[in-house]
């Protein structure tokens, strides 16, 4: 069974920084694709952000050069580490995790439980 477990939400200044994480575990051989979404109180889950194994990225346009999405392939992890945060951040951000091949079984899509990020004075 994959598991996703987040780290390092909370709550945080307007123009501040937060680095989240997410590790995948369970008899794990590869991951395709990584990432983040988000969802605000009463709107719909959004993307964030996504890595491929190879390193590529994609971002939505509102957190374009502020956020970076990163990843250690090795530790199947996934990071997101945030800047200039700005109110309209908060969010619950939830870690994905595509086409995951494990000892037995492909998993193609495995959510975390999500961590919260509130961007507030």
């Known amino acids: 069974q994959v598991q996703l477990v987040e780290s390092g939400g909370g709550l945080v200044q307007p123009g501040g920084s937060l680095r989240l994480s997410c590790a995948a575990s369970?008899?794990?051989?590869?991951?395709?694709?990584m990432g983040w979404y988000r969802q605000a109180p009463g709107k719909q889950r959004e993307l964030v952000a996504t890595?491929?194994?190879?390193?590529?990225?994609n971002y939505a346009d509102s957190v374009n050069s502020r956020f970076t999405i990163s990843r250690a392939n090795a530790k199947n992890t996934v990071y997101l580490q945030m800047n200039s945060l700005k109110p309209e951040d908060t969010a619950v951000y939830y870690c994905?995790?595509?086409?995951?091949?494990?000892?037995?079984?492909?998993?193609?899509?495995?959510w975390g439980q999500g961590t919260l990020v509130t961007v507030s004075s």
């Open positions: 994905n995790a595509d086409r995951v091949v494990t000892a037995d079984r492909i998993v193609f899509a495995a």
């Open positions: 890595i491929t194994s190879g390193g590529k990225t």
């Open positions: 369970g008899s794990i051989f590869s991951i395709d694709a």
